[in-house]
């Protein structure tokens, strides 16, 4: 069985796409003697399709890859990201609404450690923005991007410090890849070996983090088994469940991918461990509720030695499509797509002629289901799509013609992008625990005459307690590296409020007029999303 972490790439590079059919099939393979992976997958806007994830060279480099396709999987072009002395990865790309792409993954240098990638191209492909977020981790990447209303977006950034309770990350980025804000989740030391996967924008202005951990069951006395974790959280980072799939159910349970209903229920594929003959690991479908606690467990194959769910998609009548490996005790490693209905009860199901492994999806304009993975045959890996009917037949070739590419005003030429020309974002973490005085409130003169000047933090650290599920608080730190505004409120000894003023974004210092104030204490304070931020005590003469 083929699996994403573990693949060993041998070969040399050059750029050949080879768009072959089994038969009738549709069945794309990508590379031919060059070794290719594909982790994402979209439909574009012209109903072409995008490809990205890496390709390499002969000295083991690595170069992070885009190709783009028509509606039958037949190349158009294709970009190659980094140069012969780095490693460049893509995990997830995401489609931007003036025909753009934004890719995240990882930049790995010579030195061996990795540091998460974010770039954005235009609709001709061409880089617009590429920023690197130098970790203070030697092994950081970004898995997935969600974008937001505002044009920004949030980022999952895993193990972007080393150690217990540092692993997963949260970046809210504005619409340049700017840090907003950063914040850590699955802290508590109940959790261990936290790792994320997936993110997810839900219907009601939060994203969803799908990842795993060991949590203590009481199932077994003095042991952690691994659980998939669930983090839903605001767009303004407070979380409102950081729960394992069942704290007392003795599931061994591993996430992938998840998605929502029109209620915000999730379901989540991944992988059951079988703690009972047949023992073995199946793929599964969990559902859980909109407030995290676990509602059923289905496995799709419940005698397979090994399997894992690695994709999960809406067919239009509501269906899933989860896209599956297995092996059992007998017989060929097997990949397939099997389709339940939303209580997780078998349609029906469909396997691949060969050994597949598929780590992106996504459902075309037409109630179509197009896969993304990787191959190995001949001593190469190989990129490989599959599309599929909701039926679970491969989908007819079309012979109609599309307009492609018609937001790009010249022809799109494949080529080699440098990423030598990368801004390398320092994201001080640590700045605000080990330089305080950055987080503070500063007036001076004081005691003061007739005017104060009030100096900003550089820093804004918001401390909260959420309620959390099932009663138990999440308490967390937010900081803030910009923001729209804050408000300066200025009292007298007796609450009394002097002065309130909204102080915009990147304001050093304000002055304040003060002459008419009579002698005595003052309290300055900064409020941001209804917390005090910052204050300080002032004299008046």
């Given at each position: 069985m083929i699996m994403k972490n573990g693949i060993s790439y041998t070969g040399i590079l050059i750029f050949i796409i080879i768009n072959q059919a089994a038969g009738q099939n549709w069945i794309r393979i990508y590379g031919d003697s060059i070794n290719t992976v594909i982790n994402s997958v979209i439909e574009h806007?012209?109903?072409?399709?995008?490809?990205?994830?890496?390709?390499?060279?002969?000295?083991?480099?690595?170069?992070?890859?885009?190709?783009?396709?028509?509606?039958?999987?037949?190349?158009?072009?294709?970009?190659?990201?980094?140069?012969?002395?780095?490693?460049?990865?893509?995990?997830?790309?995401?489609?931007?609404?003036?025909?753009?792409?934004?890719?995240?993954?990882?930049?790995?240098?010579?030195?061996?450690?990795?540091?998460?990638?974010?770039?954005?191209?235009?609709?001709?492909?061409?880089?617009?923005?590429?920023?690197?977020?130098?970790?203070?981790?030697?092994?950081?990447?970004?898995?997935?991007?969600?974008?937001?209303?505002?044009?920004?977006?949030?980022?999952?950034?895993?193990?972007?410090?080393?150690?217990?309770?540092?692993?997963?990350?949260?970046?809210?980025?504005?619409?340049?890849?700017?840090?907003?804000?950063a914040q850590a989740y699955a802290t508590d030391p109940d959790f261990s070996s936290e790792w994320s996967h997936s993110l997810l924008k839900t219907n009601d202005n939060c994203v969803l983090i799908t990842g795993e951990a060991y949590y203590s069951d009481p199932t077994y006395p003095g042991k952690s088994i691994l659980k998939i974790v669930l983090i839903k959280v605001t767009l303004d980072g407070e979380a409102v469940f950081e729960v394992p799939w069942g704290t007392d159910n003795g599931v061994y349970s591993d996430g992938r991918l998840s998605v929502i209903d029109t209620r915000n229920n999730i379901y989540t594929a991944g992988r059951r461990a079988r703690t009972n003959a047949p023992y073995g690991d199946s793929p599964c479908l969990f559902t859980t509720?909109?407030?995290?606690?676990?509602?059923?467990?289905?496995?799709l194959k419940s005698t397979s030695t090994l399997g894992i769910a690695t994709t999960i998609d809406w067919f239009q009548d509501s269906t899933f499509a989860l896209c599956s490996q297995w092996k059992c005790s007998?017989?060929?490693?097997?990949?397939?797509?099997?389709?339940?209905?939303?209580?997780?009860?078998?349609?029906?199901?469909?396997?691949?002629?060969?050994?597949?492994?598929?780590?992106?999806?996504?459902?075309?304009?037409?109630?179509k289901l197009l896969l993304g993975g990787?191959?190995?045959d001949s001593g190469y890996f190989h990129g490989c799509a599959i599309k599929l009917t909701s039926d679970l037949e491969y989908d007819s070739v079309y012979t109609t013609p599309y307009t492609y590419d018609s937001l790009c005003p010249h022809p799109i030429a494949s080529d080699t992008v440098s990423l030598d020309d990368c801004e390398v974002v320092i994201v001080g973490i640590d700045d605000p625990v080990q330089n305080p005085e950055k987080t503070m409130l500063h007036v001076y003169p004081n005691p003061a005459g007739s005017s104060l000047t009030v100096e900003m933090p550089e820093?804004?650290?918001?401390?909260?307690?959420?309620?959390?599920?099932?009663?138990?608080?999440?308490?967390?730190?937010?900081?803030?590296?910009?923001?729209?505004?804050?408000?300066?409120?200025?009292?007298?000894?007796?609450?009394?409020?002097?002065?309130?003023q909204e102080i915009p974004a990147k304001t050093d210092k304000t002055n304040l007029d003060i002459s008419s104030w009579p002698g005595g204490m003052y309290l300055a304070r900064l409020v941001f999303m209804n917390d005090v931020v910052a204050s300080v005590k002032f004299v008046k003469q």
């Open positions: 806007y012209d109903n072409g399709y995008v490809f990205s994830g890496e390709r390499y060279n002969p000295g083991y480099t690595v170069y992070g890859w885009i190709l783009k396709t028509d509606i039958n999987g037949n190349e158009r072009w294709s970009k190659m990201f980094g140069n012969n002395s780095t490693i460049v990865r893509f995990f997830s790309s995401k489609p931007i609404s003036n025909g753009g792409i934004i890719e995240v993954g990882l930049h790995n240098v010579s030195t061996g450690c990795s540091d998460p990638l974010i770039i954005k191209t235009n609709a001709c492909g061409d880089k617009e923005w590429c920023k690197i977020y130098k970790a203070p981790y030697c092994y950081s990447t970004c898995y997935d991007i969600s974008l937001l209303d505002d044009g920004g977006y949030m980022t999952l950034m895993d193990h972007w410090k080393s150690g217990e309770e540092e692993t997963i990350w949260l970046f809210r980025l504005d619409s340049a890849g700017e840090v907003v804000w509720s909109k407030t995290g606690n676990p509602v059923f467990y289905t496995d007998t017989g060929i490693d097997s990949t397939g797509v099997i389709k339940t209905d939303s209580l997780g009860n078998y349609i029906n199901q469909i396997i691949f002629p060969d050994n597949y492994c598929f780590y992106g999806s996504d459902i075309t304009f037409n109630n990787v191959s190995y820093y804004l650290v918001r401390k909260w307690t959420s309620q959390g599920t099932g009663g138990v608080g999440i308490t967390a730190t937010t900081y803030y590296y910009q923001w729209q505004s804050v408000r300066l409120d200025v009292f007298d000894l007796f609450g009394k409020l002097m002065y309130s």
